[in-house]
């Protein structure tokens, strides 16, 4: 539903949108780099849509390798990285309707739910704090 949303975002937005829009930014949050329409309202919900894809069908196709704590961590990487993307977009979006926002402002809670929810993962993932991945 999340991705469907960019996407539908970026239909509506498409017509409204100048040729360039905003790509990368530097760590002070300023706009270093424009990028097309493409890169800038496609691309985030494809990548968005790949990363999710993965993530869930490493969780959801292999049962009997991952127990179900393990299996809800990564889900739960997922959506955390699902913030990331829906937090540039949205910035993007935002820029596009006239609306500057200093993005650190969007990705740097986003990214610290993607530190913690990886953390976890890796807290649920048996013989990683004795150095001893399963095979």
């Known amino acids: ?3 469907a949303a960019m996407f539908a ?4 937005e498409w017509p409204l949108t100048p ?9 002070g949050g300023s706009i270093d780099r424009f990028g ?9 919900p494809l990548s968005a849509a790949l990363v999710w894809g ?3 069908a490493v969780a959801l196709g292999r049962q009997r ?10 889900l739960l990487l997922g959506y955390a990285l699902l913030v990331i993307f829906i937090a540039v977009f949205g910035d ?3 820029w596009i309707n006239g609306v500057a926002l200093n993005i650190n402002y969007f990705l740097l809670p986003a990214t610290l739910l993607m530190c913690a929810a990886l953390g976890n993962l890796l807290l649920r ?5 004795h150095g001893a991945m399963p095979g």
């Open 1 to 3: 539903m999340i991705i």
């Open 54 to 56: 993965l993530i869930a």
């Open 125 to 129: 993932v048996p013989g990683w704090r």
């Open 92 to 94: 993007q979006v935002l």
């Open 9 to 12: 975002v970026a239909y509506v």
């Open 65 to 74: 390798k991952f127990d179900a704590p393990v299996r809800r961590a990564l």
């Open 36 to 44: 097309g329409k493409f890169q800038g309202l496609l691309l985030l």
């Open 19 to 27: 040729p360039s829009i905003p790509a990368h930014w530097t760590l």
